[in-house]
């Protein structure tokens, strides 16, 4: 029986072989990471920004919207998760369903501002949105702290049943960002395969066409900034965690390219593995260019330029087009009726 | 009655009045043709009737349905489809997944982020029922991109199709197509007209007067004339440019 899931996903990008390998490396990282002369939170860091960059690969990659403002949601994530336990209570999950929704909500607004309009205007405002909630957590003293931020943010014990870990070990907390980031790169996959993802694609490759087979593509352009809003808060909530604090420079326009240029490194833009591959890479840029010199990030921005000409479609491209070089098969065979 | 009526329908571009004064009226179960000169207002008149751009004057019915200024998506659900003179294709999709996202069914499951893809090879026979009627049920699995000029025209009005649509509106099906794949366009029509309603925009005079049970000319955003084709053939205009007089 042919069934949807037969029809190519975007650059043919496998997934059993990909996402075994993500795994297996997310579940062995802490064996190794010390003795290769890292750290734990290195891995901490790196995938909770792969959370943020996958999610935010949905809109940028997938549904083809360029926002050039999406720390502020990781900001927001961030605020909101720190607020809830020195606010409320003492709570994991409360403070990240806390994140997840202010992310949504403040997603869901400035998407309402943005789904009309596409290309420049798009990119621009979302820039400036980004810049005004940087401004508020900057100017709100009372609330956020100001330039300092919320300082002395808890890392709450994750409690199920009878269970409880204590996450102030940061091996106990990688685990837990790790699982995580493991289910959200899943939960996506199914996303961007099911219709919803594929029309989302669609929007990207011709939103005129979308509309004119009755897509109201307003609305699929808003649920894809919000949903994109929403994990960017997860990653902001756990971030949060990760340095306990939340501070305005985690909302900054410099974090706002930064996801950006992961993606575009990464190969986003061609293969659904590309923003973890970007953020892999941006990480052991920081990590060893940075160990060499102090300029490292002068360097990466050199490579980012360069890649930028030369291979466009990021490192996943790269391999995408390595592999099409090897002995050529029909470019989609059509799959076997059973 | 007639299935699709646009009355005096105006549009202006800033101080540039485009359509000054359309009125049409479409039977059910005809094929209706729209000609006239390049830049008479033709696609600017479809963009209108299809809800691209709302009119500034006028009004247009569907089905008795008042659908004037309404979003394409809207007109597009209650059955109005259309192709672009310009393609206008999903590129990196595969032949078959073009038709499938037009597909009702299709539509009507895409709203859940986390449906499986259980029970879908209903649709798959669905959008290659659709393909086989424009005859690409071969090319299915092909890159839509990869696709010959001809072939993509054809995708581009099996998109059109496998919206379900009652009248299906074609703007210059038969632009840069030789000989052979008019002839086989022409065809379609012809077995497409049993089940649809079809307006189309058409600059190859024969193909028109062979397939139109009525014409209507565009010029200068006003309908100059209008006929069957063979009362047509008279009018000044017409007469002209089929000796190729006016382009
Ligand atoms: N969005 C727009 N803004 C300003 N002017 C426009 C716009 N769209 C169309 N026009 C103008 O309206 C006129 C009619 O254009 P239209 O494309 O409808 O002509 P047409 O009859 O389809 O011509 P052709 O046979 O070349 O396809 C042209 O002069 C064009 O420049
Ligand atoms: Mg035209």
């Known amino acids: ?338 | 009655m007639a299935l699709f009526r646009a009355e005096g329908i105006q549009k202006r571009f800033g101080a540039r009045v485009v359509l000054e004064n359309i009125t049409l009226s479409i039977e059910a179960g005809s094929v209706h043709g729209i000609m006239g000169p390049n830049g008479a207002g033709k696609t600017t008149c479809f963009h209108v009737l299809t809800g691209h751009h709302a009119p500034d004057a006028g009004r247009i019915t569907f089905d008795g349905r008042d659908i004037t200024g309404l979003k394409p998506h809207v007109i597009a659900r209650l059955g109005v489809s259309r192709s672009f003179q310009m393609m206008n294709l999903f590129d990196d999709a595969v032949v078959i997944e073009n038709v499938m996202l037009a597909l009702p069914a299709f539509r009507a499951i895409s709203g859940r982020p986390f449906r499986t893809s259980f029970g879908d090879s209903r649709l798959i026979e669905a959008a290659l029922e659709v393909l086989d009627q424009v005859g690409l049920a071969e090319r299915a699995w092909h890159n839509a991109k990869s696709l010959s000029y001809g072939d993509r025209r054809a995708l581009e009005i099996a998109v059109a199709l496998a919206a379900e649509p009652r009248i299906l509106f074609l703007d210059e099906p038969t632009a840069g197509l030789g000989a052979k794949a008019t002839q086989n366009l022409a065809q379609l029509i012809r077995r497409l007209r049993q089940r649809y309603t079809i307006c189309l925009i058409e600059h190859d005079m024969r193909f028109l007067f062979e397939l139109a049970d009525r014409i209507s000319v565009i010029h200068w955003g006003q309908v100059i004339a209008e006929g069957a084709p063979e009362a047509l053939k008279a009018n000044k205009w017409v007469a002209r440019s089929a000796l190729g007089e006016v382009a």
Request: proline content about 4%; aromatic content about 14%; charged content about 10%.
């Open chain 1, 1 to 338: 029986m042919i069934t949807l899931s037969d029809i190519p996903p975007r650059g043919g990008a496998g997934f059993a072989g990909p996402m075994a390998l993500f795994v297996l490396v997310l579940a062995t990282l802490p064996l190794w990471i010390a003795p290769i002369g890292l750290y734990e939170y290195l891995g901490i860091e790196i995938a909770i920004w792969i959370l943020f960059a996958m999610g935010f690969n949905l809109l940028f990659g997938y549904t083809g919207l360029h926002s050039f403002g999406h720390g502020a949601y990781l900001g927001i994530g961030a605020y909101a998760f720190g607020l809830f336990q020195q606010q409320v209570m003492v709570s994991l999950w409360g403070g990240l369903f806390c994140a997840i929704t202010a992310a949504l909500l403040a997603g869901a607004i400035v998407g309402a501002f943005l789904s009309h309009r596409r290309g420049i205007y798009y990119a621009l405002l979302t820039i400036a949105f980004g810049q005004v909630f940087w401004f508020c957590a900057m100017k709100l003293h009372g609330i956020t702290g100001g330039e300092d931020g919320l300082l002395g943010i808890p890392r709450p014990d994750l409690i199920i049943g009878a269970w409880r870990v204590d996450l102030n070990d940061n091996t106990n907390f990688y685990w837990f960002v790790a699982a995580i980031a493991a289910l959200a790169v899943l939960a996506l996959w199914r996303i961007v395969n099911a219709p919803f993802g594929r029309v989302l694609q669609a929007i990207r490759q011709n939103e005129t066409r979308a509309r004119f087979v009755g897509y109201d593509v307003w609305r699929w352009k808003w649920l894809a900034f919000t949903l994109s809003a929403g994990f960017a808060g997860l990653a902001g909530g756990l971030f949060a965690m990760a340095q306990q604090s939340a501070y305005p420079d985690v909302m900054s326009l410099h974090q706002s390219g930064l996801i950006v240029m992961m993606v575009l490194i990464g190969g986003g833009l061609v293969n659904f593995w590309g923003p973890v591959l970007g953020v892999v890479l941006y990480y052991i840029a920081r990590d060893i260019l940075g160990g060499l010199t102090e300029a490292w990030l002068l360097w990466y921005g050199l490579l980012f330029v360069i890649m930028v000409m030369v291979r466009p479609e990021g490192v996943a491209g790269l391999f995408h087009s390595l592999k099409q070089r090897l002995p050529r098969q029909a470019s989609v065979t059509k799959p076997e009726q059973a």
